[in-house]
């Protein structure tokens, strides 16, 4: 299932791509051990893009990407594989930072023991309540 897609590069054989947030559970459904398999095509204006190349990795590997250290994946087409014994990759794409941020949800305030204050009002009557975790 296609869960992104990055914008064109055109006219370079060393692409930048911007940074991009995908969330979690649409990603691996949430877990960081699943394997992800990622593709790479050469746009072309027709429409018939050319594929280079493809490589599998999990979110734990991505997530090894931090603080400048950069991860390596060989992009390879299995076609071109097994046709020359010679053939190495079709490329190499740098992972050059990834960062699993948490969004905390209301619930997840108010289960994690967080007191919260609030006031709701009607006409002229207010009313205060702290709730408090057991």
């Not at 594929?51 to 060989?74: C, D, P, W, Y």
Request: aromatic residues 8%; charged residues 25%; proline residues 4%.
């Amino acid at each position: 299932m296609l869960v992104h897609r990055t914008e064109v590069i055109k006219n370079t054989l060393d692409p930048v791509w911007k940074p991009f947030t995908v969330p979690l559970i649409s990603l691996c459904n949430g877990d960081v051990d699943r394997s992800i398999k990622v593709l790479c095509y050469d746009y072309d204006n027709d429409g018939g893009h050319d594929f280079i190349g493809e490589f599998q990795t999990t979110v734990n590997k991505m997530s090894e990407a931090q603080n400048s250290l950069e991860i390596e994946f060989e992009c390879i087409n299995p076609k071109k594989q097994k046709k020359k014994k010679s053939y190495r990759n079709s490329g190499i794409i740098i992972l050059k930072s990834c960062k699993v941020e948490r969004d905390y949800t209301f619930l997840d305030y108010i289960l994690g023991g967080c007191q919260i204050m609030f006031t709701v009002s009607m006409s002229s009557l207010t009313s205060m309540c702290l709730p408090r975790s057991t």
